[in-house]
C-alpha cells in the first residue's frame, strides 16, 4: 500500500501549479503553431518556446497601467496577463480578419505581434489604469525601444508636471512601468543602445528584459556582442553612489524563485523611484529554432542541442517543482496533459472560426457561378471555374473573388440575372475586403484630422508684422497655455528655445517637463514622442533639419505610421514631428527629400506650409485631431516679417486643401513650401513677357488636393508645371501622377506636362551652390516660357 502523502496544497503551490500548466499550454500553443504552418494552414511562423518561465515571472510584477514594448517571442507574457488566450494567438497565426478573433491586428500581422486595444469603437481612449497594456509590436529588430522609451517617459510627465495629475483616465502619479523585451541578438542594433542611454539620461520607468539563446537566428552570440555578454557590456551603464544610471540584473531562464525575486525588485524600483532597470536572463533555449523558415539543427552543434534539451525551463520547473514537494510526477503529467488538450481544443476552435468566416462568401460565389451556368449553358469555362474552387482546400477570400472575376471575363458580352448577381457578390466582396485589408490607414474617428474645421486667421489694424518666428512663437505659447497635455523636445528646443527661436522663453514660462531639451538622438526623439502620445499625451518632437529625418525613418515608417492599420484603429499616437528644410546652400541642412519621405511615411500626414503663419495653423489644426502628422517648416522663413493673426491661438489650416497664390490663364504652376516665393518671382518675369501663371500651393502632400481645385485650374490653362527642390522623379512625379491620372487633367492638356526640380546631387555650398543645384527664378522662367513658345512660336520666339 502506497502510505506517501500527497502534498499539502497552498495558495502559494496552487499558484505555481498553475504557472506550471500555463507554461506547458504556451509550449503546446507553439508546437502546434509549428505543425499548422507546415500543414499549410498559416503562411509562417515565429513562436516563444523557451522563454516561457522568465515571461511568467515577469507578468507577476507587471500591474494596471503597465505598459510592454516587446517582441515577437512574448505569447506566454501575454497569457499571463490576461490580455491574449489560446484562441486568439491561433486566430492570429491564421490571419482571421475579424477583430473580435484577432483583437491584436484583425489578421493583419503574422503571429506572434501582440497588441491591446486603447481604444472603443469610436476611436475615444479607454481608461489606461484599469487594465493591462501591450504597444503594438513590430518585426523590425529593437524597433520596439525608440517607443519603448517613450512610455516610460510618459511616466515621468505624469509624476512630475502638476497639470496631468487630473488626468487619472491616463495615469496614476506616474506610477506606470513600460516593460520592453528584446532578444540578445537584437541588442547589437543602435537603436538600443540609443534607448538605453537616453532612458539613464532621463531616468524613466523603463525596465528592459534581454531573453538570451545565444543566437540570432544562425549567429552566435560571439558574432552578436563584444566578450559575448551584453550585460557585461553595459555595466558603465550601472548607477552607483554617484552617478545615476541603470539597475542591471543577471538571473537564468530556468530558475522560477530566482526570477520572480528578481522580476519584483527591478519593476518595484522603477516604479517607486524612476529608476531604469535592466533583466538579463541567461541560459534561455529554443527549442524549435528561429522560426518556420529553418532548422536549427543546421547551425547548432550537437553539445548544444543536447545542453539545450536538459536545461529546457519547462523541464528544469518540473524538476523543481518535485524536488520542493509541491506535487509529484504523476499531477504534473496530468497537468501537462490537460493543458496539451486545452491547447488543441483552442486551435481547433480558431481554424473552425476563421473558416466559418469564410464560408458564407465562398458557398455564395459557388451559388453564382452554378447559376451562371445554368443561365449560359453555350459559355464554356464556367464549370472548370466553379469545380476548381469547389474543390480547394481550406480556401480562403481570393479563391472565391479570382473565381468570380474569372467568370465575369467569360461574361463580358452576355446580360442575365446571374452576371448581375455576380457583379453584386463582386462589389460587396470589394467594400468588404477594403474594411477588413485596407481601412484605418489613417484616423477614422470623429478627431480625424481630416475632420477638424476650418478656421480662418484674423486680422485687424492692431495685427503686428513681426518675424515668422514670433509667430509660430505666439501659437507655441497659446498651445502650452491652453493644454498641459502639450510638451515639446529637441535638440536645442528647451533652454535656448530652439535654434530659430520658435520656443524662446518657453521653457522659462512653462517649465522642463513641458519645453525639454534632448541628446542628439533622433531615433529615439521619435519613440519618445510615440510612447508618450500613446499614453494620452500630446508630444511635439522636433527634428532639427530635414535631412536628419534619415535616423529616424525607419521608426516613423515601421511604427508610427503604421500605428492604426496595424491594429485596426485599435490604438493611436497623434504625435507632431516639427522639422525644417528647403532652400539652403550646402550639402547638408539644404535637403528636400520629399520623394523618400512621401514614400515611406504613409500613415503619417505631410504639411509642408511655405511660411510661418500657415504652419502655425496646421499646428493648431493638428493638436484638435487623433492623426500624426509631420510638418515641415521653411529654413529660410524665419526672420521674414509676417502679421500676427489675432486668433493666433484658435485658426486653423484645413489638410488637403490648396490655396491659389495668383490666378491666371496661361499655364498652372504647382508648387509648395520655399518654392512658392521663387514660383512667384518668376511668374512676375513671366508676367512682363505677356505669359499669365496661375500658382497653387499644394499646402499638404499627404492628403493631396481633395477638392480636385488644381483639375479645375488645368481645365482652365491647359498647361501645367509641377516645381518643388526634390530630386527628379521625386515630389514632382508624385505631384504629377496626382493631377494627371487621378484627378483625370491629362484631357485637358494642349501642351506636354513639366517638372522643374532640384539636380539629382545635393546642393553645393553657398548662394551660387544654392542657386545652381535648385530651381531659380530664371531656370522657372525660361522652362515655362518654351512650353510657351512651342504652343505660340510666334508670339514667343526663341530668347537665346
Known sequence: MNTTKAPRKTKKTTEILADFKLACLSREASLLGRKEVFMGKAKFGIFGDGKELAQIAMAKSFKNGDFRSGYYRDQTFMFAINQLTLQEYFAQLYAHTDVEADPSSAG???NGHFSTRLLDEEGNWKNLTEEK?????????????????????ASKLYRQNAGLKELKQFSINGNEVAFGTIGNASTSEGMFYEAVNAA??????????????????????????????ISAVLEGFRRDEHHAGFEIYRVNGWDYRALIDTYQEASELSRKNHVPTMVHVQQMTQPQGHSTSGSHERYKSPERLQWETEHDCIKMFRSWIIEEGIAESDELDELA?????????AKDAAWQAFNKSIEEEHNAALQCLANAINEFREIRGLEEIRDTLDKTVNPIRLDSYKAIKKGLRLL????????????????RAENKNYDRFNSYLYSQSSESALEVDEIPASYSEQSQMVDGREVLQACFNAALQRDPRVLAFGEDVGKIGDVNQAFAGLQEKYGESRVTDTGIRECTIIGQGIGAALRGLRPIAEIQYLDYLLYAIQILSDDLATLQYRTKGGQKAPLIIRTRGHRLEGVWHSGSPMGMILNSIRGIYVLVPRNMTQAAG?????????????????????RLKEKTPDNISEFTVPLGKVETLREGKDVTIVTYGSMCRVVMDAADQLNEMGISCEIIDTQTLLPFDLNHDILKSVKKTSRVVFADEDVP???????????????????YLDSKPITITGKEHRPAYASDGDYFSKPNPEEIFDKVYALMSEAN???????Y
Open 729 to 747: 522623379g521625386g515630389a514632382s512625379a508624385f505631384m504629377m501622377q496626382k493631377v494627371l491620372e487621378e484627378q483625370g487633367a491629362y484631357q
Open 337 to 345: 496533459s490537460l493543458a496539451k488538450k486545452e491547447a488543441k481544443e
Open 618 to 638: 496646421f499646428y493648431n489644426t493638428m493638436l484638435k485631431s487623433d492623426d500624426a502628422a509631420i510638418i515641415i517648416e521653411c529654413l529660410n522663413g524665419y
Open 108 to 110: 493583419r500581422l503574422m
Open 200 to 229: 539613464g539620461v532621463l531616468q524613466v520607468p523603463m525596465l528592459i528584459s534581454i531573453w538570451d539563446d545565444e543566437y540570432g537566428i544562425s549567429v552566435p552570440k560571439e558574432y552578436h556582442t563584444t566578450k559575448g555578454n
Open 412 to 427: 463580358s458580352k452576355k446580360s442575365g440575372e446571374s452576371r448581375a448577381v455576380m457583379i453584386t457578390w463582386l462589389k
Open 133 to 153: 497594456h501591450s504597444s503594438a509590436d513590430i518585426s523590425p529588430t529593437a524597433g520596439q525601444m525608440p517607443r519603448l522609451l517613450g512610455l516610460a517617459y
Open 793 to 799: 512660336p510666334d508670339k514667343y520666339p526663341d530668347i
